[in-house]
Structures are given as structure tokens and as C-alpha cells.
């Protein structure tokens, strides 16, 4: 939302706000049932490639493999460690339409992140066990949504020190 506003394109606005409510509803269907809806998944990965094809059409590739590569990542990870719902392999893919390959990659590094911390915590304070399932939705949103607006300057900082 704050890239569209900083930039002042329209069509960013619109797809941030529109990835924010995809990202609300999916994270409270996930910690409400435990599921990411397939219809929700796909209306929204349906709404998101039209719309980048509308305002990115230039650049549009680099979405579809923003998609493609945060779909097949995290499926490879779900068909692993069985761990991971197809819900999040679907979300991530709908999201990598908005955000591109770097910014979608930049967000699953931090959903990682944030599910470690918060699952660490859980851990000490001795509210679940190891093998207690917790929803990842909400991490995954957390970090789409952090990638969106610095999603870039993060990917940039990072990089430097290489």
C-alpha cells in the first residue's frame, strides 16, 4: 500500500490493498480452521494475475516467476517434511503474483523467520509441544505484506554483504 502511495501508481495501491484483504481472510480462515480455502486461493491468484497483467504487462514474467518459484519452493518443503499445507503452497503462489521473485522470496525468509521466533516462544513459555501443528498462514502474511513495502531495500540490505 505504502509503494503505491509512495509512487503513486494506482494500480499498486489497488493490488495492496487487495493483497491485504486476501492475506486478512486467508490468515483468519487458517487460524480459525487450521485450512486455506482452495476458492479463496484461487479467486485471489485469479484477481492478482489480471491485475498485474493490467498494470505490469512489461514487466509481468517477473511475477509469473515470482509465482511459480514461491509455489515450488514451498511445495517442496510440504512434500519433505510433511509439515506444511497445500493452503500455504497455493498462498504463496497467489502472493508471488503481487510481489515478484525477489519480494516473494524476501517474504517467505521472513515468515520463516517470524514462525521460529514465535514457535521458539511457544516453546519456552510451554504452550505447545513438537509436534503441536501450528498454522503458518499468519507468518506467511506477515511477511508478504513486509515484503510488499521494503520488500526490495530488504532484499538490497541483505545482499550487501555478500
Known amino acids: 500500500m505504502l509503494t503505491g502511495w509512495e509512487t503513486g501508481s494506482i494500480g499498486e495501491l489497488l493490488l495492496g490493498w487487495s493483497l491485504t484483504l486476501f492475506l486478512a481472510v486467508a490468515v483468519w480462515t487458517d487460524l480459525g480452521t487450521g485450512l486455506i480455502p ?18 505490469s504487462w512489461d514487466e509481468f514474467p517477473i511475477y509469473l516467476y515470482g509465482a511459480a518459484s514461491a509455489a515450488v519452493l514451498l511445495g517442496l518443503v510440504a512434500w519433505l517434511t510433511g509439515g506444511m499445507g497445500g493452503g500455504d503452497v497455493k498462498l504463496a503462489g497467489a502472493a508471488g503474483l503481487v510481489l515478484g521473485i525477489g519480494p ?7 515468515a520463516i523467520c517470524i514462525g521460529g521466533v514465535w514457535s521458539s516462544w ?41
Open 38 to 55: 482452495n476458492r479463496w486461493v484461487v479467486m485471489g491468484a485469479l484477481f492478482f494475475f489480471l491485475g498485474r497483467a493490467i498494470i
Open 104 to 110: 516473494v522470496l524476501t517474504g517467505i525468509a521472513l
Open 122 to 162: 511457544l516453546l519456552l513459555s510451554r504452550g505447545i509441544r513438537l509436534k503441536t501443528a501450528i498454522p503458518f498462514g499468519p507468518h506467511l502474511a506477515a511477511g508478504f505484506l513486509v515484503s510488499f513495502v521494503w520488500g526490495e531495500e530488504l532484499l538490497r540490505w541483505y545482499l550487501s554483504f555478500l
